[in-house]
């Protein structure tokens, strides 16, 4: 099965360091979604790339949050300076998308869990 | 108020037991609509779209009302590996976005 390829599985880093979380979507996939999961919010959306643009990310700190995609093969989120409330499991997910209303079917990677102490 | 709103239980039952969840969506422009399924510590799964006619898989079945805004989700003769959480996903507004509800926890009992 194809699959959706998440890295680090679990980060523990100290307040102020710089964390990278890498996503390899399902070659073909032409969407990919950063969310963000915490007991007290739940599933949130932090950005939305189309065709390796960049659609939204109106759902992450900018001061802090940067996603990018610099190839069809790797998306990454990198926070800097990571603070204490960044701590959550982070998923990266892809989709093929049709239209503005297409079918959206989202394959989820299997996480990266961030501790920041 | 949150754009997908589920009860986050959890509902507890008995194995073989009926149990129904619902959800209510604030944006009428939503197109598309899906029930995920999430195990402890694991990635969502699409567990099945949701089409205005209404639909089943097995022993789920999933059902529309646009008039009212809501989705709902039944199963039947519910087993304990049914136990997980459930999560309700809108998509269609700007840029084909998923918005996740809270989810809605089902711990089924032997």
């Known amino acids: 099965d194809a699959r959706v390829t998440q890295t680090p599985r679990h980060k523990v880093t100290e307040m102020g360091q710089e964390v990278t979380m890498r996503c390899q979507p399902i070659?073909?996939?032409?969407?990919v979604f950063w969310y963000r999961q915490t007991m007290m919010q739940g599933l949130e959306l932090l950005a939305y790339?189309?065709?390796?643009?960049?659609?939204?990310d109106s759902g992450m700190p900018k001061d802090r949050f940067s996603a990018e995609m610099p190839d069809a093969t790797l998306a990454t989120l990198k926070i800097q300076p990571s603070e204490p409330r960044d701590s959550a499991v982070y998923f990266c997910?892809?989709?093929?998308?049709?239209?503005?209303?297409?079918?959206?079917?989202?394959?989820f990677g299997a996480g990266s869990r961030l501790t920041v102490l | 108020r949150k754009e997908v709103e589920q009860d986050p239980g959890p509902f507890n039952v008995p194995e073989g037991a009926t149990v129904a969840f619902n959800c209510t969506y604030s944006?009428?422009?939503?197109?598309?609509f899906f029930w995920y399924r999430q195990d402890c510590r694991k990635e969502p799964k699409l567990l099945m779209s949701v089409y205005s006619s209404g639909n089943e898989d097995g022993r789920f079945t999933a059902q529309l009302n646009r008039a009212s805004q809501y989705i709902s989700l039944l199963i039947r003769d519910s087993k304990l590996s049914d136990s997980a959480t459930y999560l309700c996903?809108?998509?269609?507004?700007?840029?084909?976005?998923?918005?996740f509800g809270g989810g809605t926890r089902l711990m089924v009992k032997p």
């Open positions: 070659l073909g996939h032409n969407t």
């Open positions: 996903v809108v998509s269609g507004n700007a840029g084909n976005m998923l918005t």
């Open positions: 997910a892809s989709g093929l998308v049709y239209g503005l209303f297409g079918a959206n079917v989202l394959t």
């Open positions: 790339f189309r065709n390796r643009a960049p659609l939204d």
């Open positions: 944006n009428s422009a939503s197109q598309s």
